[in-house]
């Protein structure tokens, strides 16, 4: 007797362009998905168990209860899989499906395997991009539409942490180079609140969200350094919402200076135009240091700083993401400098990371499994 699992991979990302900028309505910001993945596989069982290798768990259970499942024991890094969990048995059961018992293993490729420390690849995003995939297609056995995993997996993410963008969401849904404005996080927690179907705010339309695949210059070289140091997102976002209520002519002057460089970034990249990207890569890296320095945060940390010293001979370059550490990208014209500039990262204690695009965003397949002996004794 067999019965099918399935393993879904979701690549993690990088924030290109537009961070910070990217949180106020209608300014936009460039993501592209990479081939680090976090993969999930499951397949039905007669109990729930959840197995996490990266967290040194292999047995975790938990009961449903209500609207919410509670775990057999308390870990608040468990909190993103719980709502992911949690949101799609609503889902379903709007729909008149039960949730079934399943077992689902995660595994990742966006930490450092020596250290355990993150890159900085999206790494929260895309499990709860996998955990709402790999259910939703346990529980339907069609692939689910992209928008919906998308939105599903947004309000799960926004459950979690109460506030975000969603351009790691799309990243790991939809794959590839994204151009990306993000709804409002009051708007979906407000629907929430109002006790919205999950089946209704999914077919809704979202203010201001917009996704747009972009085809980066034939030309263009993208490469990632790691500065082995883990960033604290949180505690740089409220210093720069510090800022803006503090000295919002600065910050207004900071948006428009990054919405001019992620619209010249994508003009660049609808003309084939490597100098051009270059060129707009390094606006928004002049705009996020001002703001840096500005609004008296470290953006840009020593490490980082000696990353993109090391790069600026080379190409373009700037800090990914929130920065305080994580990774830094460089844009280059060609690959023949890529040797050397890998090279000069080394002698900096830089780590570089050869990274390339993830065309796919969720990607499922299927396999043959066998239950357990205790399950196929109690068949008969």
Not at 264 to 277: P, V
Request: glycine letters at 6%; one cysteine or more.
């Amino acid at each position: 007797m067999t019965y099918s699992g399935y393993r879904v991979k979701v690549p993690g990302k990088l924030l290109i362009a537009g961070e910070y900028a990217v949180l106020e309505p209608k300014q936009k910001a460039v993501v592209i998905a990479v081939n680090r993945y976090i993969t999930a596989t499951i397949e039905p069982r007669s109990e729930n168990m959840l197995l996490l290798p990266m967290l040194g768990y292999d047995r975790l259970t938990w009961e449903n209860r209500g609207n919410t499942i509670q775990f057999n024991l308390s870990d608040p890094r468990l909190k993103f899989i719980q709502h992911s969990i949690e949101v799609t048995k609503q889902f379903l059961q709007e729909r008149s499906i039960d949730l079934q018992p399943f077992h689902l293993t995660i595994t990742s490729e966006l930490n450092d395997p020596i250290s355990g420390r993150k890159y900085g690849l999206g790494s929260s995003a895309a499990v709860v991009v996998a955990v709402v995939s790999a259910i939703l297609k346990l529980h339907c056995h069609k692939n689910p539409p992209l928008e919906q995993v998308f939105k599903l997996s947004a309000i799960a993410h926004l459950k979690g942490q109460k506030s975000g963008s969603g351009i790691d969401i799309a990243a790991s849904t939809y794959g590839g180079w994204l151009m990306y404005s993000s709804f409002q996080p009051k708007w979906v927690l407000n629907e929430l609140k109002k006790r919205t179907k999950l089946t209704d705010l999914i077919e809704k339309p979202w203010p201001n969200l917009t996704i747009s695949p972009l085809i980066a210059p034939s030309c263009l070289t993208l490469c990632v350094g790691w500065t082995k140091e883990e960033a604290s997102t949180g505690s740089l976002l409220k210093k720069i919402i510090s800022f803006q209520s503090k000295r919002p002519e600065d910050y207004e002057r900071f948006l428009i200076e990054s919405s001019h460089a992620v619209e010249k970034l994508r003009k660049s990249f609808i003309e084939n135009d490597c100098i051009g990207a270059l060129s707009s890569l390094s606006e928004n890296h002049l705009a996020l240091k001002a703001l840096g320095e500005q609004a008296g945060i470290k953006i840009e940390t020593i490490k980082l700083k000696d990353l993109l010293s090391a790069a600026e001979k080379y190409g373009s370059c700037k800090s990914s993401g929130a920065g305080g550490g994580d990774c830094g990208i460089v844009f280059m014209k060609g690959d023949k400098h890529r040797e050397a500039l890998y090279k000069a990262w080394r002698n900096a204690d830089i780590e570089p990371l050869k990274l390339k695009t993830s065309e796919k965003g969720v990607s499922v397949t299927e396999y043959n499994c066998e239950p357990s002996l205790e399950e196929y004794l109690a068949i008969f």
